[in-house]
């Protein structure tokens, strides 16, 4: 028996190299990383949606349980944008043109205490502090730019995914009876343990968000904010982005809170912002990431913090995935078997 032959028999080995390589694999190519997690997060749930429709009614096919869907969502994206995005740039002007003309006016000479602060800020050369803001906020805009980039095409393939995944899965299945079927069985094997991993925290992440949501909701309306129910869809899509939704969202919210009731309301709006934040992070986060992966909420927590520091903003969304991914490869834990031991106990209680 050759060598490699030993290495195909030797299942745990081979499996282990293949886990190597393709960390490899992503490390070298982590600059695509955000378009290859967003086409997979939008497919994943394009495919949940499929199969939860043929569920029910088996011969639809899933470009007829798709197209719709996609077609409304780019429908909706295209009123925001065309009713919304001129609305937040007026504002925007307004909010600027009146920071200005309040800057310059005599009111803040005249007084002892404006005064101060109008001498500090001609000390620290507020207009050059303001040209780097300004640099900082077009580079922020073109690097949102590349953002909407992969969005668009992440979008893209995951309808050309979803529209055709029985054709794309009988396509995948002539790999595994290939000459080298034994790579692909192991690949099946790694991603079918982090499909079932990713599906549960996105779950986790859809509860996350309707309670942001809600708590955001119920403080505009104490405010009483104008269109209530489109800043609530807002909020509720920028939640599903973990930590960093909650942070991008004070910014088309205290435009707004600024048009109504002036920086006072701009002030209640960011006191509002770093409440939900911290509840989001020291207890939303752990207490329902736990529930669902089944993990003691100290872990958790410092999965948490650990993947944020080392991956970004993208840690928060994959970090427990992974972990209890590779915890599921050592045999310590899994969420599969977790989740059918407690569904043996409620048939047995009922």
Do not use: C
């Not at 909407?148 to 050309?160: D, R």
């Not at 004070?250 to 048009?259: G, K, N, V």
């Amino acid at each position: 028996m050759s060598l490699y032959d030993k290495f195909v028999d030797n299942k745990r080995l081979r499996r282990v190299t293949l886990l190597a390589l393709v960390i490899l694999l992503i490390y070298l190519f982590r600059g695509m990383m955000s378009l290859f997690l967003l086409t997979f997060t939008f497919t994943f749930l394009s495919v949940q949606l499929v199969r939860a429709v043929q569920r029910k009614f088996p011969r639809v096919k899933p470009i007829w349980i798709i197209a719709p869907v996609y077609l409304i969502i780019i429908a909706l994206l295209v009123f925001v944008i065309a009713n919304y995005v001129p609305q937040l740039i007026s504002q925007t002007a307004k909010m600027f043109a009146s920071l200005q003309k309040f800057y310059e006016s005599k009111e803040v000479r005249s007084n002892p205490y404006l005064n101060v602060i109008y001498n500090y800020l001609q000390q620290i050369n507020l207009d050059s502090q303001i040209k780097g803001a300004i640099t900082q906020v077009v580079n922020y805009i073109s690097s949102v730019g590349a953002v909407g980039f992969n969005i668009v095409v992440s979008f893209l393939l995951s309808f050309f995914y979803a529209s055709q995944v029985e054709q794309m899965n009988s396509f995948g299945r002539q790999f595994l009876d290939s000459n080298y079927g034994w790579v692909f069985s192991d690949l099946k094997y790694y991603g079918q343990k982090f499909v079932n991993t990713f599906g549960v925290v996105l779950e986790a992440q859809l509860m996350i968000a309707i309670v942001n949501t809600a708590l955001t909701t119920i403080t505009l309306l104490f405010m009483q904010m104008p269109g209530i129910i489109a800043l609530a869809v807002m909020v509720f899509i920028l939640s599903l982005i973990p930590v960093a939704g909650v942070i991008i969202s004070m910014i088309p919210l205290s435009f707004i809170a600024y048009t109504v009731g002036g920086i006072r309301y701009v002030i209640y709006i960011i006191i509002m912002i770093v409440i939900i934040h911290m509840i989001e992070t020291y207890f939303l986060n752990p207490q329902f990431m736990s529930s669902m992966t089944h993990l003691p909420i100290f872990f958790t927590f410092v999965v948490l913090i650990v993947s944020e520091e080392l991956i970004g903003t993208w840690g928060l969304i994959i970090g427990i995935p992974i972990f209890v991914f590779f915890l599921d490869i050592l045999g310590v834990h899994s969420i599969t078997k977790n989740s059918k031991k407690k569904r043996i106990k409620l048939k047995k209680t009922l």
